[in-house]
């Protein structure tokens, strides 16, 4: 899906953070964009925003927990536009902790947003994104994981459900491919977002909390830190939209973990032949054709400097 002009991207919590620079390198790239968020007044600053670059963004207040209220977003969308050609599943919310201090409503929280989240945008715009839209081929799903879906940190709630992820990304890169549509699961590691602070409009229905209210101080110290900018992330997200990938890894400092826990996985095979009978019945099970497709991405951008999106 390399060709983006005038096409029809949807990004769920897509006005602030990450989500933000994802709509931001879209509409740069000449699509019509629709951003969700359960916040009005990100969802404004972000129109107001984009209207000062010369933009023009339309947005959809809408709770990602809230399946009702989805579908009637994509209804909405339907109706403006008959169809879609990139969905991204990106609202998410961070607990970090051990997994003992968690309380019964944290795991519903984590759940609920970051994994049926992900659930209920399929089920809202999936069936746009299989529309037959006159002129143009093929359409996309980014879902937003993250660099804990692969590293172990003390994060296990949050590490759980963005796990969780990845494996329906690679479950849907098969399942869709046949119709065109192809899936990526969007790895980042530490980039600037709103991720933390959005515990704070933790939901009252939730109930209590195990875990800490984020201290300002260290979400101000956050902010200095030379985490990725969220423009730099998106274009990268759609440069990796445009190859096809099935992984969008965009930071390489992660590479030596990554490859130090598959080496762990490998070692901890037995260390004996493979039963070959047992093999056969199970092919689907042995290996799979999602792997060994993707394209290494571009050096990292420096302030100013285009991503290539070509190679």
């Known amino acids: 899906m390399d060709q983006l002009e005038g096409r029809v991207a949807v990004i769920t919590g897509g006005s602030s953070g990450i989500g933000r620079g994802i709509a931001l390198a879209c509409l ?14 990100h969802l404004r600053e972000t129109v107001q925003d984009f209207a000062t670059r010369g933009f023009d963004v339309h947005s959809l207040q809408v709770d990602v927990t809230d399946l009702p209220a989805m579908l009637e ?36 929280w984590l759940i609920d947003v970051n994994i ?6 399929l089920q809202a715009f999936l069936p746009l994104l ?7 081929t ?7 994981s993250s660099m804990a879906g692969l590293m172990p940190i003390v994060a296990g709630l949050y590490s759980m459900t963005k796990a969780a992820v990845i ?37 009252e229905g939730y109930g209590a909390s195990g875990y800490d209210q984020p201290d300002p101080r260290h979400l101000e110290a956050a902010a200095h830190q030379p985490y990725m900018s969220a423009e730099e992330a998106g274009q990268r997200v759609l440069a990796g939209v445009r190859r096809g990938d099935l992984f969008i890894l965009t930071h390489p400092e992660f590479r030596a973990g990554v490859v130090e826990r598959h080496r762990t996985i ?12 047992r093999a056969a019945a199970i092919p689907f099970l042995t290996s799979s054709p999602v792997y060994g497709q993707d394209h290494r991405l571009p050096p990292p951008v420096h302030p100013g400097q285009a991503v290539d999106v070509t190679s």
Do not use: Q
Request: proline fraction near 8%; include cysteine.
């Open 130 to 136: 299989r529309r037959e839209k006159p002129g143009r």
């Open 167 to 203: 494996a329906l990304s690679e479950a849907l890169h098969i399942e869709l491919a046949p119709e065109g549509i192809g899936v990526s699961a969007y790895c980042p590691g530490p980039t600037h977002s709103n991720i933390a602070a959005a515990v704070a409009n933790r939901p």
């Open 28 to 41: 740069e790239a000449g699509m019509r964009v629709y951003v969700t968020g359960r916040t009005p007044g």
């Open 73 to 108: 977003a994509a209804r909405r969308v339907e109706e403006e536009t008959g169809g879609i050609d990139l969905l991204v599943n990106n609202a998410g919310i961070g607990l970090t902790g051990p997994v003992s201090a968690a309380t019964p409503a944290d795991w519903d």
């Open 266 to 277: 490998e070692d901890a095979f037995p260390d004996e032949p493979a039963d070959a009978e």
């Open 116 to 121: 049926k989240g992900v659930g209920h945008g």
């Open 138 to 144: 093929g359409a996309h799903i980014v879902n937003t």
